[in-house]
């Protein structure tokens, strides 16, 4: 996945976080379904979601991968 600030001109820190929809319904326009596995962008040794920086006209890419551990109320 690549990212880069819309119309940033100073540095900027994203946080990337991604849900899984099991039944292939959501919309994004609702909320996520109750249960869908959920994950954010955690930095190597960290257990915290960590910011991505980017700077103007820049990209960073990164890999986002998450599994059971944690679910939607």
């Known amino acids: 996945m690549r990212l880069r600030p819309h119309g940033e001109r100073r540095p900027a820190a994203v946080y990337l976080s991604g849900f899984y929809d099991e039944q292939g319904g959501w919309t994004g326009t609702t909320p996520v379904p109750s249960g ?38």
């Open 36 to 73: 869908s596995p959920a994950g954010a962008y955690v930095a190597a040794g960290s257990f915290a979601p960590s910011p991505i920086e980017v700077g103007a006209g820049e990209t960073a890419q990164v890999e986002l991968t998450f599994n059971d551990l944690f679910r939607i109320p």
